[in-house]
């Protein structure tokens, strides 16, 4: 059987001091990265509007509310701080397909209605979520009929309707927002974050330290995306370490998309150089000299460091003249975790080359324990990844953090 529901936050909006046009944004943003970095697969979610979510859980009759209970902690202490004033609640409407629907239609003045009068839901069960003494459950439930199974054709049909937006009828979900904290092994430390920048209608979060699963079809509209981002970042307090900007390696040497990339780059701040870094991505295992230089010449009048990523653990180092770029990042392959510890060994292997080329060597698509233990066993300088830092809402470099801390979750 598969658990499906629909998660509902309920906000205190006048004591917010937010106009609706911030408010519901800024819930969606917060809740989808808290549900993205703890409500993972086989479980999934999908936005259906901004302040309401489908859950599903094909290994469970009931959610687990556990997890769920700790973003209305989390939400209340973003918006209201550490005081008493405000309120964040958290709702969970179990029930059928069609009374899932209806209750994400629900507004808020029909939704506290039914919370005084059961009869006026459809069939299903509506809890608040909450935490009490440390334990969280369902509180003040109104049910009025057992829910249904639910097959798992409606749920994947409805999590492709709610993400490409189809559901949300007023206005579409927010461009997500937000950065990756790049760990370095041998001092304990974030150095700096990697931007991502995500559409409302996108089915997942785009990141490029996660693997090809959350990379765009639309390489070009990502970096541009990822570039008006680091803008907005760097316009805000908090900056202190190095911003790495996608750049993907085939639309950059192509004359063609060049002019394109020029005028993106061209919006960045001069100000804010030494900050800034590109993250040159696709990079293949044997690149022409003629594109790297066209990649230095372009970069480096906006960019401090250039870093090329690569998925070939044999990327041929020897070539590159010494000091070439800043540094050279392996993307783990997708596959099993033989094969990709497999690929590590075989880049670890060639660190001395890179140290020669005075060249920073690092991994990224770091998943799990696993692979960072194995990473820094064998002094691979940096690394990222979800098995490092989930996605973040503010940049995280500057921070210390102890191997044994990490993954970093969602702030």
Known sequence: MTAVACLRVAVDAEKTGLSPAVLGPLVAKFSGIYLESRWQWPRQFAPLTHYSFLLTDPRADELDVQELARLGEELQTKLFGEGEGGDVRLLLFEGTPEAVQAFAAMDEAAVGRALLDPSLLAPGRLSRVEITEGVAHRAEQAVTTAGAVVGPNWVEQHLARGATGKATADQPMPQLEGVQGIYFTLRGVFVGDVVSSTPGAAKTHYSLVEGDEHMPADTQAFDVDCAAAAVRLLSEPGVHAMLYLPVCYSNLVRASRRTAYETMLATLPAAHKGLLAAAVYDVPRDPAFSALATIKATLSRYVTNIDLRTQDPGFEIEK????????????????????????????????????????????????????????????????????????????????????????????
């Open 320 to 411: 590159l003249p010494p000091q070439a770029v800043t540094s050279v990042t392996l993307v783990l392959p997708h596959g099993d975790q033989r094969a990709r510890l497999a690929a590590l060994r075989r880049f670890a292997d060639r660190l001395h080359l890179y140290r020669k080329k005075q060249i920073w060597a690092a991994v990224t698509n770091v998943r799990n324990r696993l692979e960072l233990d194995a990473c820094i066993a064998a002094h691979v300088p940096f690394v990222t990844g979800p098995g490092v830092c989930r996605l973040q809402m503010a940049p995280v470099g500057g921070r210390m953090q102890p191997p044994e801390a990490l993954p970093l979750l969602a702030a």
